[in-house]
């Protein structure tokens, strides 16, 4: 009882600290770091001097209370008895509003100090709503729509007593093989980190303390994207320059942002797993960016340093990770288990674990748990919240705007109301499971709408069959599936790959269609009949026989929930595709990395091949379908560029780019512009073109419409020779248009003088206006 009473002070304590106003700055406040009063925090010191060593330790346990399909699963008396005992500061794979309400009560009121336990869950794109997959989303070109996700899930899982996700995943992903390119933005650091920050800020809302926001954990800090050959876990060989503007700068747009957390990556960063990297983690992370949030490891990734071969026993992989700053391991219990005794080796390890502890608790403060720790235990809400007719109704607007037409010839689709009959081909047509995508946290299957139920839905005549699946070798059904496209009218045909192609560990050598699709395209091409083709899954896809031989083809990804409706308007028109590739799509596997924004070579790519220059002898010199590239059924016209100062201040310089786009077609649709910029002459080579802004922009038949970007001049730094950002004087070339290749309008800018930049210039955020 005494003991219970001493928590019950400190909880009051931490309360009124948490009402009392300046040092009180929470995670998420426009332009606060997410937390800046650790040190000043009289109270978390005060409960830090009270907990003994195994206490602090345990506050950096995260152990698993389920498997991730099968959640809670572990949390029997055994699990409880732990929490008595204070030897855990966190759960993942749990969740349920009163399940982990008598877990958190155990926690608050049966352990020594009462200190609540942080829930948390892989919640990537929906809680219970599952929304299009991370890289469909970007496919959006529109931060809102993130947002708006994010908002939604963050307000499901919550009610379900989850105080933590796992996203936004902000890894930049140049190598379709890898797999979790299905989990980020795609190729570009400038879209990956404005998608970035509007999750962040999705989930987290104004107010971590609310009961319906989540802590984002962006994740898999620094490089995981850049695993080599695309192969899962497999490490990075980055220079500098490639770190610092690629990969880096959607971290930073998310710290900008306001995250409060941050995942280690699994992978070796030149060498050194980051997962004991003291140089990227504790020195630049938190030192050179000032970031003060909690940083978790990867699952297990503490206890791989052995295996990584930096660390000779569990008690070494302890000491590199907490040197390294890594304050909770998840799951490992290397913490648990090892690092009393790397303690006691080594007391200089002392001080950096009540840094982890004060970090771990200040989250739990900011997250109101100290204030009420059954807060996100409402089981009324819960029920109230889980797919409200308005979290479907968002993710089927948000699945319309990630559907990229790549390409209609002669103007197949729309697809007239009286199509007559309509030949549906594929397994992937009435996969439900699939369109939940490889991270459906709660969503369930029967919650999905499939293309095949909402064509049949809208569209009388309909003849169904499966052709062949994307993983059997079983092509017998490939003459059925002819003989229905031949008594049809048009085909629509779905190929690609199933959720399981794509996500953790599923990465390819080959980018081709799998199975026996290839086979049953062609067939359906050989028809001769109207041929659409609605292309679906987790990764950008070498299709080259059906970029020559389909009408009109669909890139719909893995879509969520409202897949089949949002397809099937896109389909005939009532929506107007308008989403933009967010990854080069390459002609085949050998062709990747095909990112737009190379560098320039002494001998650049030409498509005359009797000239030795930068090219495969065996394909054109262009990606299948570009950076940035979508159609619609409207067309766009654009204005030549306005530029209201034609020389800017290396130093706090800026000037405003604006242009009119115009709807000239007689549909309503959206036109993503975008800008790119070159440096064409510096002290080092500069990429070919680099995104700098977009605008989505929403225009009904004959409207123009404005859009201005202002451009900041440190907009233009780049990480020099020696090391640090710096602006160079000359000339900037200035390129906006419709696709990365398809430039509309050009202009110049002319930077005086130089200067050190800031930050990243893709993790600034454009300026822009629509009028
Ligand atoms: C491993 C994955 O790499 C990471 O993204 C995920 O958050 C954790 N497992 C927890 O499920």
New binding site residues.
């Given amino acids: 009882m005494k003991l219970v009473a001493l928590s019950s002070s400190v909880v009051a304590g931490l309360a009124a600290l948490m009402l009392a106003g300046p040092h009180s700055a929470r995670a998420g406040e426009a332009g606060s770091p997410p937390i800046d009063s650790v040190e000043e925090s009289a109270d978390i010191d005060l409960l830090l001097s009270r907990m003994t060593l195994d206490e602090k330790i345990g506050q950096l346990v995260q152990r698993m209370g389920g498997r ?1 399909k099968a959640l809670n699963s572990r949390l029997g008396p055994e699990e409880l008895e732990r929490v008595r005992r204070g030897e855990v500061g966190s759960y ?1 794979h749990v969740a349920g509003a009163e399940p982990l309400r008598e877990l958190q009560r155990v926690a608050v009121e049966e352990s020594r100090l009462g200190i609540p336990l942080l829930f948390s869950m ?1 919640v990537v794109h929906g809680y219970r709503t599952i929304f299009p997959v991370p890289l469909a989303m970007a496919a959006s070109w529109d931060p809102e729509a993130a947002r708006r996700h994010a908002r939604i899930a963050a307000r499901e899982a919550s009610a379900a007593g989850i105080h933590w996700t ?1 996203a936004p ?1 902000v890894d930049v992903a140049r190598d379709p093989r890898w797999g979790r390119i299905v989990e980020g933005a795609g190729e570009d650091p400038y879209l990956g980190s404005r998608m970035a920050a509007a999750q962040v800020s999705g989930f987290q809302g104004n107010n971590l303390a609310a009961p319906d926001t989540v802590m984002a954990g962006t ?2 800090f620094g490089a995981y994207g850049a695993a080599e050959g695309g192969r899962d876990y497999a490490g990075a060989d980055l220079g500098e320059r490639a770190l610092q503007e690629v990969y880096l700068p959607p971290f930073h747009a998310a710290v900008e942002a306001g995250a409060a957390s941050f ?1 280690t990556a ?1 992978n070796a960063l030149n060498g050194v797993p980051t997962t004991g990297n003291q140089a990227l983690l504790r020195t630049m992370l938190r030192e050179d960016w000032g970031w003060q949030g909690l940083l978790l490891s ?2 297990r990734a503490v206890e791989e340093l052995q295996a990584h071969g930096v660390a000779g026993s569990r008690q070494d992989a302890a000491a590199l990770a907490l040197r390294a700053g890594v304050d909770m391991d ?1 799951v490992s219990d290397i913490y648990a288990d090892d690092l009393r005794r790397a303690i006691e080796a080594d007391p200089a390890l002392l001080p950096l674990l009540d840094e982890a502890v004060r970090r771990i608790l200040a989250v739990k403060r900011d997250l109101g748990l100290f204030a009420d720790p059954y807060a996100y235990h409402d089981a009324r809400r819960e029920a109230a919240v889980m797919l409200a007719d308005s979290h479907r109704q968002a993710a089927r607007e948000v699945a319309e705007q990630s559907i990229v037409l790549l390409q209609n010839e002669n103007d197949v689709l729309p697809l007239a109301r009286d199509a007559g009959r309509i030949a549906l081909v594929g397994a992937l047509a009435d996969d439900a499971l699939s369109q939940l995508g490889s991270w459906r946290a709660q969503g369930q299957e029967g919650d999905v709408v499939t293309l095949r139920a909402a064509l049949e839905a809208a569209h009388p005549g309909v003849i169904y069959t499966t052709g062949v699946d994307t993983r059997s070798d079983d092509a017998s059904g490939i003459a059925a599936a002819v003989a229905a496209a031949r008594a049809a009218d048009v085909i629509v045909v779905a190929l690609g790959e199933d959720y399981d192609w794509s996500g ?1 560990a599923r990465s390819r050598s080959s980018l081709e269609l799998p199975g026996r699709q290839r086979e049953l395209f062609a067939a359906l091409a050989a028809t001769g009949k109207p041929l659409v083709v609605v292309l679906m899954g987790g990764r950008p896809l070498a299709i080259p026989e059906i970029a020559e031989k389909a009408d009109a083809v669909l890139m719909t990804w893995l879509l969520g929930i409202e897949a089949g409706p949002a397809i099937v308007s896109a389909l005939f028109g009532e929506s107007n595709p308008g989403g933009k590739l967010p990854a080069s799509f390459p002609r085949t596997t050998g062709q990747v990395p095909v990112n737009y924004d190379h560098l320039p070579s002494g001998r650049p790519a030409d498509p005359d091949l009797s000239q030795d220059t930068a090219r495969y002898m065996d394909q054109p010199i262009t990606p299948l379908y570009a950076f940035g590239h979508g159609g619609s059924y409207t067309e766009f016209a654009y204005s030549p560029l306005r530029i209201d100062s034609v020389s800017m201040a290396a130093h706090g310089g800026s000037t405003t780019v604006s242009l009119d786009v115009t709807n000239t077609g007689n549909r309503a649709g959206d036109e993503v512009v975008q800008l790119y910029v070159r440096d064409p002459v510096a002290s080092v080579s500069r990429p070919v073109m680099q995104l700098r802004g977009f605008q989505r922009v929403p225009l009904a038949p004959g409207e123009t419409r404005r859009v201005s970007f202002t451009l900041r001049s440190d907009q233009f730094a780049f990480w020099s020779e020696s090391g640090g950002w710096i602006v160079e004087p000359g000339v900037i070339e200035i390129m906006v248009g419709s696709a990365s290749d398809d430039i509309r309008a050009r202009g110049e800018i002319v930077i005086e003088g130089s200067a050190a930049g800031s930050i990243a210039p893709a993790a600034i955020a454009t300026r822009t206006v629509l009028q």
């Fill in positions: 991730s993942l892989d796992f995943m994740k898999h995942m699994f990867d699952w998840m953790e």
